[in-house]
């Protein structure tokens, strides 16, 4: 394996001659690669790699990948998830690349593809986030359509269900439940889909980082609550000579440690992409206690400069999707710490 540096110097003078597949770090790691939380990951894999498979930036990667999910109606993100508890879908977005620029949006509604309108907010203008009305007129002004404001079929019948006791209690991995069991009203009663997210990370063949989260927020939250999945540190973190985290699940308690953040500067201090995350994890049970902490699930998932990548959860239930190559795209199970 290289050290580190010496590669590092080698990528400086432009040297290419690693190629896609001869890359290798610790364990056979290889580059380029992409992870992304929960199984909707795999299809939004499957487009990322298309953009890395033939050479291309990771920033291109981790929009195009995750609008793949914002783009699905059946999905637990987008326009077509749970509404808040006065039914109107809010969406929020963050993007950051491999110069440490960033953009986000919060508080979005009738857009369908947030993520993209998070890269404008990064590109063309001087801010960092835009919210609610003014991220909407910003994205029209950008050439993105209002779409219909109505409810889909399932959010619909999800919302009905959650108004006959209007009960705010998450529950915990019902995002896999969800797709996995055909009950799905039964499943909706105490508050629905706990984290409508999905973050996704990458390495291109360069070396290059960047990531993305894109996400509904909690079903039937307050109007006007945000959780981590667009703010920058706590949902998602890149910095191109360690690392990059994104992370799912209780936003509040994400932020609270700073998720994202704290992992990468973990990785920076020389801990592996798993390592890392179960620190950052063991922060936050410290942080909201044991008794509390049960109630609840985070999931973090991380890349290293070199291709190592790893994740971590609090609870059991959370997984995340690898893929390297064109026949590597497959599932992992986080291990979890209670």
Same mark, same amino acid.
């Not at 219909?148 to 619909?156: H, T």
């Given at each position: ?39 909707? @990951? ?20 981790? +929009? ?11 999905? =637990? ?82 919302? +009905? ?37 999905? @973050? ?10 960047? @990531?993305? =989260? ?9 109007? @006007? ?26 936003? +509040? ?86």
């Amino acid at each position: 394996m290289l050290h580190r540096r010496h590669f590092l110097q080698l990528s400086s003078l432009g040297l290419t001659t690693l190629g896609f597949s001869s890359f290798r770090g610790k364990a056979g790691m290889k580059k380029p690669v992409v992870l992304s939380t929960w199984d909707a @990951g795999i299809a939004a894999n499957k487009a990322a790699w298309n953009v890395l498979r033939s050479g291309g930036r990771a920033l291109d990667a981790v +929009e195009q990948g995750v609008r793949i999910t914002e783009d699905s109606l059946n999905c =637990c993100v987008g326009l077509g998830a749970n509404p808040d508890r006065d039914g109107f879908v809010t969406l929020d977005a963050c993007i950051m690349d491999e110069f440490a620029n960033c953009g986000s949006v919060a508080f979005l509604e009738r857009i369908k593809h947030p993520i993209s309108v998070a890269r404008r907010v990064m590109e063309k203008t001087p801010h960092v986030m835009l919210v609610g009305e003014g991220a909407q007129q910003f994205a029209v002004s950008e050439g993105f359509p209002l779409e219909k404001a109505e409810l889909s079929d399932d959010a619909k019948k999800a919302y +009905e269900n959650w108004l006959k006791k209007s009960e705010y209690k998450p529950v915990i991995n019902i995002e896999n439940t969800k797709r996995q069991e055909a009950s799905v009203p039964a499943k909706l009663e105490n508050g629905g889909w706990n984290h409508d997210t999905i @973050g996704m990370i990458a390495l291109d063949a360069k070396g290059n980082l960047s @990531g993305s =989260c894109t996400t509904s927020g909690m079903g039937f939250k307050m109007r @006007g609550r945000i959780g981590d999945s667009p703010i920058i540190g706590a949902g998602l973190y890149v910095d191109n000579e360690v690392g990059a985290a994104v992370a799912t699940g209780q936003g +509040e308690d994400i932020i609270r440690i700073c998720g994202a953040h704290t992992i990468v500067e973990l990785m920076r201090q020389g801990l592996a992409p798993e390592a890392a995350c179960k620190k950052a994890m063991e922060r936050l049970l410290k942080t909201k206690g044991i008794e509390k902490a049960k109630a609840i699930q985070a999931g973090f998932i991380a890349i290293a400069k070199n291709g190592e990548y790893g994740g971590f959860a609090l609870q059991k239930g959370f997984n995340y999707a690898v893929c390297y190559a064109d026949d590597k795209n497959f599932l992992v199970d986080a291990k979890p710490l209670i």
